[in-house]
C-alpha cells in the first residue's frame, strides 16, 4: 500500500521530479568541477544533428516499448500494446532513482490493476532487464573486432575465443527451458504453452537493434560536436554497449549511479578529445532524462 501511494498520483511525479532534479545537479557538479577544461576547448555545435538525436531516440523508445510488449504478451498473457507502452513510459522516470526496485514497483502497482499479479510483472521487469544485459554483452562482442580493446584482447586468438565463450554462454542463457525452469521456480507458475526458441531469440534479438538504434542517438551526439565518420558507427556502437552492459551490471546498487557516464567517457577518448567526450557522455544522459520526461507526460494522453 505505501508503494501504490508512493508511485502514483502526485507524490508518485514529485518523487520522479526530485529524482531527476538530483541527478541534473550531480550533472551541474561535473561540468562545474570540470569548467577549465571544458572553457579551453574550441567548441563547434552542429545544430541539424539535434534531429537525428530526436529521430533514433523516438525510434529507441518505440523499440523498447514494443520488445515490453512481447514480452507482457507472451508470459503474462496481456496483450494491450497501447496501454503497456503507457505503463512502459509512466515508470520510465522511476529509472533513474538508485536500484531497479522503484520502477518495477511502479510497474507491478498498474500492472495490478489490469489483473496482471506483482509476482509476474516483477519477473517480467527482472527478465526484461537479463535479456538488455545478455544483448548489451552480445552487441560488445559481436562488435569488438572492429574497435581498439585492452591491450590483453588485441590478439585475435583471444578474440575469436572471448566470441566463442560469449556466444555459447548466450545460448545457454536464453534457452527456453531453462526460461521456463526459472519462471516456474521464481514465480510458481508455468507459462502457458512452452517456450520456443522463435520466442527467445526474437527478444534477443530485438534488444540487440535497441542497442544499436541507441548506438545512433550517441553517434549523432558525438556529431552535434565534433565531425566523426559514419565509419566510426560500429565501434561506437560496441561502446555504446559495453558502456550500458557496464551500467546495467551495477543496476542493482547504488554504485550503478553514473557508471555510464564514467565508462562511456573513458571508451570514447579513443575518438574524440577528453573534455568532448565528457561532453557526450553528459549529453547522453541528458537526452534520456528529457527523452523519459517527455514520454512520462506523453503516456498521460494514451
Known sequence: MVTQKLVTGRRGKLLAFFF??????????????????LAGYRWQIRPLWFVYIVLFFTIDLLLASWAWHLLVRRLAHYDNFRHSTKICWSSNLARRMPGPVWYIAGR?????QVGVSKVTTSLLSALELAFFLISGIVTTLLTSPFWALPGQWRNSGNQVALLGVG????????????????????????????????????????YVVIWVVG???LFSVINLFHTTPLTQV????????????????????????????????????????????????ITVRLVWFCGELLSSLASLKL
Do not use: C
Not at 531527476?20 to 577544461?37: E, T
Not at 557496464?246 to 578529445?273: K, N
Open 167 to 206: 556466444l555459447v554462454l548466450t545460448v545457454f542463457l536464453v534457452h527456453p527451458r531453462i526460461l521456463e525452469w526459472l519462471w516456474q521456480k521464481l514465480g510458481r507458475q508455468t507459462p502457458a504453452g512452452h517456450l520456443r526458441w522463435r520466442d527467445t531469440l526474437t527478444w534477443l534479438a530485438l
Open 215 to 217: 548506438a545512433w542517438v
Open 234 to 281: 560500429v565501434a561506437i556502437t560496441g561502446m555504446w554497449a559495453l558502456a550500458g552492459s557496464v551500467s546495467l551490471a551495477g543496476a542493482l546498487t547504488f554504485s550503478g549511479m553514473g557508471l555510464r557516464e564514467i565508462s562511456l567517457t573513458l571508451l570514447l577518448t579513443q575518438l574524440v578529445p577528453a573534455p568532448v567526450a565528457l561532453v557526450i557522455a
Open 108 to 112: 507491478a502497482v498498474l500492472y495490478e
Open 20 to 37: 531527476l532534479a538530483v541527478s541534473l545537479a550531480l550533472i551541474g557538479r561535473v561540468l562545474w568541477s570540470n569548467w577549465d577544461l
